[in-house]
């Protein structure tokens, strides 16, 4: 039959066809018996709808069947869905719900297919809501509606019995989740306003409940093992059946009654807080800490303020047994006055220096693992370890004393490192180098000191010291290492000049100094000052100096040679009745000895006459010689002082069990002249900022010259600020910069 020729189908007629299609698909979702739907059976109900939905009007009955379509859905939810949920509770209703859903579902598909044509054309030239969307409007109007409250407390239900440990279907929670979900429509308004904030309420006053009762029974770990293994359990309730967009607000709200509420009584737990677990070494329970608290708002900021408060009282106890221990000594009265004191204490520096290179290496490991390398942890560490390395210990400061530790590693008789230890030990030096603030004065001391090793030949490898060297260049900048580089390099060459003194003795015959000579020559500009004093040399040596004095002068005329004999050493062979012996002695005191070849007894005054030495180093060369541990020179009265009334001869009676000893000068204290050297560098360090700013900026003001030139200097040290004003004052006076003219607060560099 032609489409024109159709026979015209009624309403009620097409509608007959469609509510038996319906009820046959009502009794197979109820479970009814009932023949399944063939594709006859499909096609006749598609087709009966189309035909009334293209008929000429008026018999286009689009309208209407939108409108039956909706009420077919209301009828079926009002007959079959809202009867079997409203004799349900709890975990039964959920149960019934999620049939009921899944049911409801496979009708509006069903329903939408019969009504396909609808959806293609009618309605989308209308601007109507689809089929489905229509379909899941009505379930949400009439049966979410009624029963969201009893869901979501029966949903919550569960999950608090599951938190107590009992087993629950998670799979249950799924699905009528997802319907919270689905039933927006893609959208999550519905999940979040219904059923979420409910959910985190219930959390928080669950967990506002546990943590009241942990707090006060439980250790500080074993309440932060129960704490970890909640959130752990959470993360994993959200990855089951919660909506992952639930998971921060879960965790946060959490974190907040187990660790935020309670932070202060659990990190200050008497016997098991913070404090206890840095105290004990708990490395296990503090990287728990630091991850449970890294994620609470500032969570971490007590624990690093604990930690930073920790590493500094175990610092200032440290510093207190050294001092102790140096009282302790000095309080003894079986440590004489000199050189034994003085090396027993240097122990004690030594042991000092080497507990706080344990101590930072200590808690940098807790830094970089307990506390995984975070910032915060890092400035508590390096505040803390400032605060250590800027204190005075027993009148020598962290400068003085890791100068010190260096130059008894890196010279000869030292303890026997291998070449690995004593690198990664002097590594360990300079990085608590780089917490003290006056780096210029270990720069002072450990210049001092590396020319003592290289002036007496002490360094037990060049290599080390040159490493070391590098290591300060990395550090602190290669102007911090420059004079010691150039003492290294004049050093070397020094002993080059040995060499050729060596050649020109073996070609020039008659230029014999009588005596085994070696000079070390080298430029003032680079090494430390040193006093010279006009020692009357023994003949014996005196030949010598003048040998090589001829000798430098062949090779320029344009250099003065200056003689520091305090530097010099000596081996001089003593002849005793018991056996005859090699003394290694300094240069003042072997002129001091060779003064006994022509007298057998002198006075304290002859021979500070004979020597032309000052009251000082006379006192020092008779003590080491007649009061220390080898007795050279008998001495009357034979006390432990040396008082200018004293006489002197030779012991012809000493003996030692060596045939070749050392006798060392009492060391001398060259504190304060290093610290003198170093301020009077400060004050031309100081100048050279101010103009280098100056010259750069042209015109600033006073403040900012003055901020700016801290900032300059603070890397090497702490500039004073008097200092700096002081030195404004003078570069004014000498025409360095001026007042400006249109500003009174600022200043004009002058060219």
């Not at 608290?293 to 440290?318: C, E, R, W």
């Not at 210990?393 to 003085?400: P, R």
């Not at 000579?517 to 430390?528: A, E, I, N, R, S």
Request: one cysteine or more; glycine letters at 4%; charged letters at 30%.
């Amino acid at each position: 039959m032609a489409a024109n020729e159709r026979e015209i189908i009624d309403f009620e007629q097409g509608w007959e066809i469609m509510q038996k299609g319906i009820m046959k698909l009502q009794n197979l979702l109820e479970g009814l018996p009932e023949p399944q739907f063939t594709s006859e059976d499909y096609m006749k109900i598609y087709v009966t709808i189309y035909n009334m939905c293209t008929q000429k009007p008026p018999h286009d009955y689009s309208q209407q069947l939108y409108a039956k379509y909706g009420e077919a859905l209301q009828e079926y939810i009002e007959s079959a869905v809202l009867p079997s949920l409203r004799g349900r509770h709890d975990e039964f209703m959920l149960r019934e719900l999620v049939k009921r859903w899944g049911n409801y579902k496979v009708m509006v598909r069903w329903l939408s297919r019969f009504f396909y044509y609808l959806d293609r054309y009618f309605i989308a030239r209308r601007s109507l809501p689809p089929l489905n969307e229509v379909g899941l409007t009505c379930f949400r109007e009439l049966v979410y509606q009624e029963v969201k409250v009893k869901v979501r407390d029966a949903v919550i239900s569960l999950i608090d019995q599951e938190r107590e440990g009992e087993q629950i279907d998670r799979a249950l929670l799924k699905n009528i989740l997802d319907l919270f979900v689905e039933i927006g429509m893609g959208q999550m308004d519905y999940y979040k306003k219904d059923f979420e904030p409910a959910l985190i309420k219930d959390s928080a006053a669950y967990y506002s409940c546990k943590a009241s009762s942990w707090i006060g029974e439980d250790s500080c770990p074993d309440y932060m093992l129960k704490a970890e293994e909640y959130l752990k359990r959470e993360e994993d309730r959200v990855s089951h059946y919660l909506h992952s967009s639930s998971e921060p607000k879960l965790l946060e709200k959490v974190q907040h009654e187990l660790l935020s509420v309670c932070a202060s009584q659990l990190l200050e737990k008497e016997h098991s807080g913070c404090h206890a677990l840095l105290r004990d070494d708990k490395v296990e329970d503090l990287s728990r800490m630091f991850r449970l608290f890294s994620k609470i708002p500032k969570g971490l900021d007590p624990v690093a303020n604990i930690f930073k408060q920790h590493v500094t009282a175990t610092g200032t106890d440290l510093v207190k047994q050294v001092e102790n221990a140096v009282d302790s000594k000095k309080a003894n009265k079986k440590y004489v006055v000199g050189l034994q004191q003085h090396i027993d204490l240097a122990h004690c520096w030594q042991d000092f220096v080497r507990e706080v290179i344990e101590l930072h290496d200590k808690y940098e490991a807790y830094v970089n693992d307990c506390f995984q390398n975070h910032a915060l942890f890092n400035k508590a560490f390096r505040m803390a370890f400032e605060t250590l390395c800027d204190k005075g210990v027993g009148g020598s400061s962290m400068a003085e004393l890791l100068a010190t530790f260096c130059n008894d590693i890196l010279r000869k008789r030292s303890k026997k490192l291998s070449d690995e230890a004593i690198e990664e030990t002097l590594e360990k030096v300079v990085k608590l180098l780089s917490y003290i603030s006056c780096k210029d004065l270990f720069a002072g001391f450990y210049r001092k000191k590396l020319a003592t090793r290289l002036l007496f030949d002490n360094s037990a490898s060049d290599d080390h010291e040159r490493c070391m060297l590098m290591k300060l260049k990395q550090q602190c900048g290669p102007q911090f290492t420059l004079k010691m580089e150039d003492m290294v390099t004049d050093w070397t060459s020094g002993k080059d000049h040995q060499t050729i003194f060596e050649e020109y003795l073996k070609k020039k015959s008659d230029a014999n100094p009588g005596i085994d000579l070696k000079v070390t020559t080298l430029y003032t500009d680079f090494w430390p000052s040193y006093k010279s004093f006009d020692l009357n040399l023994p003949a014996e040596v005196q030949k010598g100096v003048e040998v090589f004095r001829e000798f430098y002068q062949t090779k320029t005329k344009h250099r003065n040679l200056t003689w520091i004999y305090s530097l010099g050493t000596c081996n001089i062979i003593g002849k005793f009745e018991p056996k005859t012996m090699e003394l290694i002695v300094t240069t003042y005191q072997a002129s001091a000895l060779l003064l006994f070849n022509s007298s057998d007894r002198l006075t304290y005054s002859e021979i500070m006459t004979q020597l032309n030495l000052t009251d000082d180093d006379v006192v020092r060369i008779l003590r080491s010689l007649s009061c220390a541990k080898y007795k050279i020179l008998n001495k009357e009265p034979n006390t432990k002082s040396i008082a200018p009334t004293d006489h002197f001869e030779f012991n012809s009676k000493f003996t030692a069990k060596m045939r070749r000893i050392r006798i060392p000068l009492p060391p001398v204290d060259e504190k304060k002249k290093v610290i003198e050297d170093v301020d009077k560098d400060r004050r031309y360090a100081i100048d050279a900022s101010i103009v280098r700013i100056m010259k750069d900026r042209k015109v600033l003001g006073y403040q900012q010259l003055v901020t700016e030139c801290v900032e300059q200097l603070c890397c090497i040290f702490k500039p004073d600020l008097e200092a700096i004003k002081k030195s404004i004052g003078d570069l004014i006076k000498r025409d360095y910069m001026a007042w400006d003219e249109d500003n009174p607060n600022s200043l004009r560099y002058v060219p």
